[in-house]
């Protein structure tokens, strides 16, 4: 199992830590850095500067959303990063949510999930592979755009710049079942919002079969600290946001996906509290259990037990999301 370094998306304005912590992630041997975006600062920007202060350590976006570019966009963005890195993208994507891409992008979310995902995804493919001109009669992405609003001028089109990588990694962050399993059909590799290795069956259907070489690359909050329950705290602030906040309250993926993994009355209960903006008690009511298999915390003895098992299941990279050198460093003594 490879580790890698999730830094997520800036807060009130960029982090000082971030190129350090890049950078001494990639002396320790972390394999990977990755950035992401919500409704502030972009993924590749920031992945671009770390990529002009590293040399080895591959650069992966996760998740980078789907709404905020069109699939063209999105792969001059990665081919343009592969060749300024030397061929140490990876292109992680996400559909987002409702409230997200009709609140902040201003677009319509997609009434099939699936074909537009599957969509983005051919073209995305289709540009950095550089076959031919990009075309697909999609229902969501159409090369050349055919709307009864368009000039019908449109010409089909190949990248002028040749991509460094055909097969760039393409990887995606599903969390429905259905979402999942046309995953391992169509990607490089799966980016799962909470991973527990206590409880495989959650996924195990959508996982039978998984291509040679398909990478499972989960993210987890991880310290090195003595006492837990003040460790978890983070972690239950994040997860109050998500289940909570991120989300209608009768669309919300990250509850359904929390419900799913054996806390579905918990995942309600924390959805109504935040709607009912009582946001420190949503927080608080995050079960510790819960909060606890999705993350790795406590003493350097507890983490190296648990770490065994995450070693043990489809889980190839382990997206360590972690502030401290410490705990990283801890991490890659573990892990070597």
């Given at each position: 199992m490879?580790?890698?370094?999730?830094?997520?998306?800036?807060?009130?304005?960029?982090?000082?830590?971030?190129?350090?912590?890049?950078?001494?992630?990639?002396?320790?041997?972390?394999?990977?850095?990755?950035?992401?975006?919500?409704?502030?600062?972009?993924?590749f920007?920031?992945?671009?500067?770390?990529?002009?202060?590293?040399?080895?350590?591959?650069?992966?976006t996760?998740?980078?959303?789907?709404?905020?570019?069109?699939?063209?966009?999105?792969?001059?963005?990665?081919?343009?990063?592969?060749?300024?890195?030397?061929?140490?993208?990876?292109?992680?994507?996400?559909?987002?949510?409702?409230?997200?891409v009709?609140?902040?992008?201003?677009?319509?979310?997609?009434?099939?999930?699936?074909?537009?995902?599957?969509?983005?995804?051919?073209?995305?493919?289709?540009?950095?592979?550089?076959?031919?001109?990009?075309?697909?009669?999609?229902?969501?992405?159409?090369h050349?755009?055919?709307?009864?609003?368009?000039?019908?001028?449109?010409?089909?089109?190949?990248?002028?710049?040749?991509?460094?990588?055909?097969?760039?990694?393409?990887?995606?962050?599903?969390?429905?079942?259905k979402?999942?399993?046309?995953?391992?059909?169509i990607?490089?590799?799966?980016?799962?919002?909470?991973?527990s290795?206590t409880?495989?069956?959650?996924?195990?259907?959508?996982?039978?079969?998984?291509?040679?070489?398909?990478?499972?690359?989960?993210?987890?909050?991880?310290?090195?600290?003595?006492?837990?329950?003040?460790?978890?705290?983070?972690?239950?602030?994040?997860?109050?946001?998500?289940?909570?906040?991120?989300?209608?309250?009768?669309?919300?993926?990250?509850?359904?996906?929390?419900?799913?993994?054996?806390?579905?009355?918990?995942?309600?209960?924390?959805?109504?509290?935040?709607?009912?903006?009582?946001?420190?008690?949503?927080?608080?009511?995050?079960?510790?259990?819960?909060?606890?298999?999705?993350?790795?915390?406590?003493?350097?003895?507890?983490?190296?037990?648990?770490?065994?098992?995450?070693?043990?299941?489809?889980?190839?990279?382990?997206?360590?999301?972690?502030?401290?050198?410490?705990?990283?460093?801890?991490?890659?003594?573990?892990?070597?």
């Open positions: 490879r580790l890698g370094l999730a830094l997520g998306y800036w807060g009130r304005g960029p982090s000082a830590d971030h190129v350090p912590l890049a950078v001494e992630a990639e002396r320790l041997g972390y394999d990977s850095v990755w950035t992401a975006e919500s409704w502030g600062s972009d993924a920007t920031p992945l671009t500067w770390i990529a002009a202060r590293t040399t080895r350590i591959r650069l992966g996760a998740i980078a959303q789907m709404a905020a570019r069109s699939p063209t966009t999105t792969a001059m963005h990665a081919l343009t990063l592969d060749h300024l890195s030397g061929g140490r993208m990876m292109l992680g994507l996400g559909l987002s949510g409702p409230q997200v009709e609140g902040w992008y201003g677009r319509p979310f997609p009434k099939s999930p699936l074909t537009a995902t599957r969509e983005y995804v051919d073209v995305v493919r289709q540009v950095l592979r550089r076959e031919g001109p990009v075309e697909l009669d999609g229902r969501f992405h159409s050349p755009y055919r709307g009864a609003d368009g000039t019908g001028l449109g010409k089909a089109l190949k990248p002028i710049t040749h991509p460094l990588r055909a097969e760039l990694p393409v990887l995606l962050g599903a969390e429905g079942p979402n999942i399993a046309q995953t391992t059909r990607a490089d590799g799966w980016l799962p919002l909470y991973w290795p409880r495989p069956q959650a996924y195990e259907a959508s996982l039978t079969d998984l291509p040679e070489g398909f990478l499972v690359a989960p993210m987890a909050r991880a310290h090195v600290c003595d006492d837990v329950a003040e460790g978890l705290l983070p972690v239950k602030a994040m997860l109050g946001f998500y289940i909570g906040g991120m989300g209608h309250a009768a669309r919300n993926f990250h509850a359904d996906l929390m419900a799913r993994m054996g806390f579905a009355e918990e995942a309600r209960n924390i959805q109504r509290l935040f709607l009912e903006g009582r946001r420190e008690e949503a927080v608080l009511a995050v079960p510790d259990a819960f909060a606890d298999e999705i993350s790795l915390v406590g003493p350097r003895e507890r983490i190296a037990e648990r770490l065994e098992s995450w070693c043990k299941g489809p889980v190839t990279d382990l997206l360590v999301l972690s502030p401290d050198p410490h705990t990283l460093r801890v991490l890659a003594e573990l892990n070597s």
